[in-house]
């Protein structure tokens, strides 16, 4: 490609890039926040105390690595997002489905659901506590509760997306009523169920945070709180990138498992 | 063999439609989109109906595959009562309705699946109806990749494949070009040929009617109503060419007449 080509399509909205400068760019982004970083720290600009230099929280992280720390915390927090995403998930697909294909169940649930739905989870942890106490079943309760309904509403919507050809072409094909969710809507939404799951489980861990930060005894969000007390600012960004990384980790997986199994929606 | 009974023994039914009526909506709302709607369509004969758009003969196909209630009359396939959807009225759409997750192969084995058909005969079934078509070369290909004119085809022969009585077909051509148009006829009048299917197609495109049919029925506009019944005594096989043919322009002439006399008393 030309120069005078190249500089055309990276104006033109919507044109595809060429894969090395794609790549190119997403490595750029990164070195440019990790040399900002640097250049905040070394040149006095801002103090070790508010954001550490990046070789102390690289260091913290390969010596709470070493002692097992690191491990610990990180098992801790992602077994209470596993867990509270799985139990929320196997319930929000088959209903939600359900929700979006059938009018009566909408027509019952819908208030509700759009009610709960705006209600901030924070509000709730308190509650939460009181009721079910400080340990694991708490803060598998807060992820539930953050993400379950939202789950529920976006997959009731993109069940009710499915054309109503597609269902009425299965009907003339010998498919009956009560196989219309098994055999239609699930194969015809997959794409986008597991979309809203990729999305979802990124919000898990936001409220995982949540509920570590108030009561826990273990977690990432746990030692972020602990490590505020003593101003260990590098661990609260270790715990901050540990995140993240396991974010673009799940990500990816899921990608990869829409890629698997919906072949055809690429 | 299995596949030699799909060709020369199909199953065919007549289609009977007694004083139909379909009103949508309640009161002062309501819209009366078919008025009386009566006839007969035979065993093995292809049926096209023409209308203006809007005239309710999409609707008409819908109350016949029994995908829509009627509001009163009567419709019955093989003297059956319509009650419901069924696989012994197999539809093919305007809208392209294969099943996106499903193969070009597995779209067309869903419905002898559904009806609990052996995977070996299935699979002749499939490769049976792919080649009548011709696209047995694309069986593992998903509907994602093929052009529009080749989806129609699929749909064809997956509607095909479950053996279905009668054959109802809304407009399926209408969203491709003119060139793949003529083709699709040409491989429709072939199949059907083949499998002598009872057929009622709905087009509002005047040669594929007369290309197509045995009968043409003229619709007008809203409430719909069958305004002449027109029958095509032009020999098959037939080809394109008959386009040019006095016969056709003359009956051609005629339903354009009757279409326009429509509108005119719209005003």
Redesign the interface.
């Known amino acids: 490609m030309s120069d005078q080509s190249l500089l055309k399509s990276i104006r033109t909205p919507f044109r595809a890039l060429p894969r090395g400068l794609a790549v190119t760019l997403s490595i750029l982004v990164w070195v440019l926040v990790i040399v900002g970083w640097f250049a905040l720290t070394y040149s006095g600009a801002v103090k070790e105390m508010f954001l550490p230099r990046p070789e102390a929280v690289f260091m913290t992280t390969i010596k709470m690595a070493a002692d097992g720390s690191l491990w610990e915390h990180m098992l801790a927090s992602v077994q209470v997002v596993l867990i509270g995403f799985v139990v929320s998930s196997l319930v929000a697909v088959p209903l939600g489905l359900t929700m979006g294909t059938y009018r009566i169940v909408q027509a019952f649930l819908d208030p509700l659901v759009n009610f709960i739905r705006y209600l901030p989870v924070t509000s709730f942890v308190p509650l939460f506590i009181l009721w079910i106490g400080i340990g694991i079943e708490q803060r598998v309760a807060v992820i539930i509760f953050g993400i379950f309904f939202q789950q529920l509403v976006m997959i009731a919507d993109s069940a009710r997306s499915v054309?109503r050809?597609?269902v009425?072409?299965?009907?003339?094909?010998?498919?009956r009523r009560v196989d219309t969710v098994f055999h239609?809507v699930l194969?015809?939404t997959?794409p986008n169920v597991l979309d809203v799951l990729r999305v979802t489980m990124g919000w898990a861990w936001t409220y995982l945070v949540v509920a570590e930060l108030v009561a826990a005894r273990s977690g990432l969000g746990y030692i972020s709180l602990k490590a505020m007390r003593g101003f260990q600012v590098d661990v609260i960004f270790m715990a901050i990138a540990m995140i993240g990384i396991l974010g673009l980790f799940t990500d990816q997986l899921f990608r990869i498992v829409r890629r698997v199994a919906?072949?055809?929606?690429n | 063999m299995s596949v030699l009974n799909i060709s020369t023994n199909p199953i065919s039914s007549d289609i009977d439609i007694d004083n139909v009526v379909l009103r949508y909506g309640k009161g002062d709302n309501a819209v009366l989109a078919l008025d009386g709607i009566s006839f007969h369509v035979e065993r093995n004969e292809f049926c096209v109906i023409v209308g203006p758009s809007g005239c309710g003969k999409s609707s008409l196909l819908y109350l016949i595959a029994g995908l829509e209630d009627r509001t009163a009359g009567m419709i019955k396939v093989g003297g059956k009562p319509v009650t419901e959807p069924g696989p012994d009225r197999g539809m093919v759409f305007q809208a392209y309705t294969l099943f996106p997750w499903l193969t070009v192969a597995q779209n067309v084995e869903y419905g002898p699946k559904r009806k609990g058909i052996a995977p070996a005969a299935r699979k002749d079934i499939v490769n049976h109806f792919l080649t009548e078509v011709g696209l047995a070369k694309f069986a593992n290909h998903y509907p994602s990749q093929l052009s529009g004119g080749m989806k129609q085809r699929v749909a064809i022969a997956r509607a095909l494949a479950n053996d279905p009585e009668v054959l109802l077909m809304d407009e399926p051509f209408g969203a491709l070009d003119s060139q793949t148009r003529h083709s699709m006829q040409k491989l429709l009048l072939k199949v059907w040929d083949h499998t002598k299917k009872t057929v009622l197609f709905v087009t509002h495109d005047i040669d594929e009617a007369i290309l197509l049919a045995d009968r043409v029925f003229v619709m007008s506009g809203r409430p719909g109503q069958i305004k002449k019944e027109i029958r095509v005594d032009i020999p098959r096989p037939r080809s394109m060419d008959l386009v040019m043919e006095p016969d056709f322009i003359a009956m051609k002439r005629e339903i354009l007449e009757l279409l326009k006399n429509d509108e005119d008393d719209d005003h």
């Open positions: 054309p050809d597609l009425n072409a299965a009907y003339t094909l010998g498919t239609i194969p015809a997959l919906a072949p055809w929606a």
